[in-house]
T-cell receptor, first 112, second 119 residues
Framework: GENVEQHPSTLSVQEGDSAVIKCTYS??????FPWYKQELGKRPQLIID?????GEKKDQRIAVTLNKTAKHFSLHITETQPEDSAVYFC???????????FGTGTRLTIIP | GAVVSQHPSWVICKSGTSVKIECRSL??????MFWYRQFPKQSLMLMAT?????????EQGVEKDKFLINHASLTLSTLTVTSAHPEDSSFYIC???????????????FGPGTRLTVL
C-alpha cells in the first residue's frame, strides 16, 4: 500500500519568512495530493491540492510543487503570519483508490 | 465547500459502555464516508471506509466488532464504539466524498471531530 513520509516534524519560522514542508510517496499510481491544515482540536482543512498532471500550483501565499519522477511534493508558504501556526498534513491518493494516506504531520510555529 | 457535521463534539463515558457518533453530510450526498482516529500529536489513522448500503471495509488491526459502522443513507454514517475502554480515548473524525461530483479528484470534507474520553 501507499506510504507517505513527511519532513520536518516540527518547524519554527520567523514571521515574514518562508516555510517549506516536504513529502514523499511510494505508490507511483498516486495522482492526487492534498495538503491540510489542522488547528488544535479542530478538523483538517484543505488548503491546497495538486493533481499529477501539473507540476506546480499556487494560491496567494501558498504553493505546492510535485515531482512525479522523484515521487515527492512540497508545500511552500511565503510571508508567513502568526495565524499560519498549525499542524500541516500532506496526503496522497491513487487513481481508483478511495483512501487518502496521510503523512505524519508538521507542527509549524511562526515566531512573531 | 461542502459541510460535514459530527455529533457529539465531545463525550465522556464510563469504561464498558458504548458510544455512538454520528456523521452527516449536510448539503451533498456522500456515497463514501471515512472514519479516522487521531491520538494526540499524531496523524490521522484511517479506521474504515463505508459505502452507503454496504458493509464497511476496515483497515488492518481495527476490530470490526468493537467499532461498528453503519452507513444507512447517503447523508448519514454512524460509528459505535462498543464496550469502550480508556485506550479507546481519542479524537474521532469522519469525512465524506461528494458522490455527485464527477472525476477521480473528489475532495474529502472532514467533520469537526468527536473527542471521546473513557474513564
Amino acid at each position: 500500500g501507499e506510504n507517505v513520509e513527511q519532513h520536518p516534524s516540527t518547524l519554527s519560522v520567523q514571521e515574514g519568512d518562508s516555510a517549506v514542508i516536504k513529502c514523499t510517496y511510494s505508490d507511483s499510481a498516486s495522482n492526487y495530493f492534498p495538503w491540510y491544515k489542522q488547528e488544535l482540536g479542530k478538523r483538517p482543512q484543505l488548503i491546497i491540492d495538486i493533481r499529477s498532471n501539473v507540476g506546480e500550483k499556487k494560491d496567494q501565499r501558498i504553493a505546492v510543487t510535485l515531482n512525479k519522477t522523484a515521487k515527492h511534493f512540497s508545500l511552500h508558504i511565503t510571508e508567513t503570519q502568526p495565524e499560519d501556526s498549525a499542524v500541516y498534513f500532506c496526503a496522497a491518493r491513487a487513481f481508483g483508490n478511495e483512501k487518502l494516506t496521510f503523512g505524519t504531520g508538521t507542527r509549524l510555529t511562526i515566531i512573531p | 465547500g461542502a459541510v460535514v457535521s459530527q455529533h457529539p463534539s465531545w463525550v465522556i463515558c464510563k469504561s464498558g459502555t458504548s458510544v455512538k457518533i454520528e456523521c452527516r453530510s449536510l448539503d451533498f450526498q456522500a456515497t463514501t464516508m471515512f472514519w479516522y482516529r487521531q491520538f494526540p500529536k499524531q496523524s490521522l489513522m484511517l479506521m474504515a471506509t463505508s459505502n452507503e448500503g454496504s458493509k464497511a471495509t476496515y483497515e488492518q488491526g481495527v476490530e470490526k466488532d468493537k467499532f461498528l459502522i453503519n452507513h444507512a443513507s447517503l447523508t448519514l454514517s454512524t460509528l459505535t464504539v462498543t464496550s469502550a475502554h480508556p485506550e479507546d480515548s481519542s479524537f474521532y473524525i469522519c469525512s465524506a466524498r461528494d458522490g455527485g461530483v464527477a472525476g477521480d479528484y473528489n475532495e474529502q470534507f472532514f467533520g469537526p471531530g468527536t473527542r471521546l474520553t473513557v474513564l
